[in-house]
T-cell receptor, first 113, second 111 residues
Framework: NAGVTQTPKFRVLKTGQSMTLLCAQD?????MYWYRQDPGMGLRLIHY???????AKGEVPDGYNVSRLKKQNFLLGLESAAPSQTSVYFC????????????FGQGTRLTVV | EDQVTQSPEALRLQEGESSSLNCSYT??????LFWYRQDPGKGPEFLFT???AGEEKEKERLKATLTKKESFLHITAPKPEDSATYLC????????????FGKGTLLTVNP
């Protein structure tokens, strides 16, 4: 009963490098989300998806891209990492929209040097 | 713009000392007010959803209440294992399914 699984858990990137964060959920949820959490800022929505093949921008989408090719997976890409993207990234999923409870992964701590 | 403000930022209690955390919100067309618990190094864990003013929900030592402008998380006779950051979030519905999170209250319960 894994729930929401994020890969990797930790990563250090050099400025300008690219990477992909993987999120997988086994609850057959339609909705998936990527958040970032920074000290003193709270959780902020980067991108979200309301179903397989769909994506939409959240509150802070610049510098990120996402894909939802399979219902269970939601990928977050950084094409050219910047120090401002140093953060803890959380993936979440829910069976309904924002009015339903979301289940979060354990997070990915990303440092860009 | 939707806003969620939590107070206090940090709270230290002795074991058994009851208190309340506050979450005030300005979320247009609120469709749900959520409380989450977050332990260090982990993702938020769902606690409660409140949908309408006057609603209350309880779970063990925790009780969440909702008015038209704010929500309270009451902690009765807390134990050290209740130490965590408690997050409040509001959903305005519409088409973006966005949860607006507060910055959280760091609760420490000393034995």
């Amino acid at each position: 009963n894994a729930g929401v699984t994020q890969t990797p858990k930790f990563r250090v990137l050099k400025t300008g490098q690219s990477m992909t964060l993987l999120c997988a959920q086994d609850m057959n949820h339609e909705y998936m989300y990527w958040y970032r959490q920074d000290p003193g800022m709270g959780l902020r929505l980067i991108h979200y998806s309301v179903g397989e093949g769909t994506t939409a921008k959240g509150e802070v989408p610049d510098g990120y891209n996402v894909s939802r090719l399979k219902k269970q997976n939601f990928l977050l890409g950084l094409e050219s990492a910047a120090p401002s993207q140093t953060s803890v990234y959380f993936c979440a999923s829910s069976y309904g929209g924002g009015g339903t409870e979301a289940f979060f992964g354990q997070g990915t701590r990303l440092t860009v040097v | 713009e939707d806003q969620v403000t939590q107070s206090p930022e940090a709270l230290r209690l002795q074991e058994g000392e009851s208190s309340s955390l506050n979450c005030s919100y300005t979320v247009s067309g609120l469709r749900g007010l959520f409380w989450y618990r977050q332990d260090p190094g982990k993702g938020p864990e769902f606690l409660f959803t409140l949908y309408s003013a006057g609603e209350e929900k309880e779970k063990e030592r925790l009780k969440a209440t909702l008015t038209k402008k704010e929500s309270f998380l009451h902690i009765t006779a807390p134990k050290p294992e209740d130490s965590a950051t408690y997050l409040c979030a509001g959903n305005s519905g519409g088409s973006n399914y966005k949860l607006t999170f507060g910055k959280g209250t760091l609760l420490t319960v000393n034995p």
